[in-house]
Nanobody
Framework: QLRLVESGGGLVQSGGSLRLSCEAS????????IGWFRQASGKEREGISC?????????YHQDSEKGRFTIARDNAKNMVFLQIHSLKPEDTAVYYC??????????????WGEGTLVNVLS
């Protein structure tokens, strides 16, 4: 079993930056693939990025490829971070981290956190 707890969300002005944190706890938590997802009100959940145990990343969102979303991992602290730059009102969403032992996926992961709300003010 793995437990994931997100933090770092809140109100932020458009153009600002935010770093979200995901703390993983459980056996072999540093072995899991962990990704970030988001779901805006009335929209489907979308994948942002995922990282494996070695820190290799897979990007699912076009803004991850552009560097506006950056995922990072600290296995010593069992933490995965999502840095978001140049926030836009359309980034307003609940942001989730999720984990799977065997793979990264933009859609299906085995464990999910409760999410943290990011609200970007225009």
């Amino acid at each position: 079993q793995l437990r994931l707890v997100e933090s770092g969300g809140g109100l932020v002005q458009s153009g600002g930056s935010l770093r979200l944190s995901c703390e993983a706890s459980g056996s072999d938590s540093d072995h899991y693939h962990i990704g970030w997802f988001r779901q805006a009100s009335g929209k489907e959940r979308e994948g942002i990025s995922c990282t494996n145990r070695y820190g290799d990343t897979t990007n699912y969102h076009q803004d991850s490829e552009k560097g506006r979303f950056t995922i990072a991992r600290d296995n010593a602290k069992n933490m995965v971070f999502l840095q978001i730059h140049s926030l836009k009102p359309e980034d307003t969403a609940v942001y989730y981290c999720a984990a799977s032992y065997w793979y990264c996926s933009a859609y299906v992961m085995d464990y999910w956190g409760e999410g943290t709300l990011v609200n970007v003010l225009s």
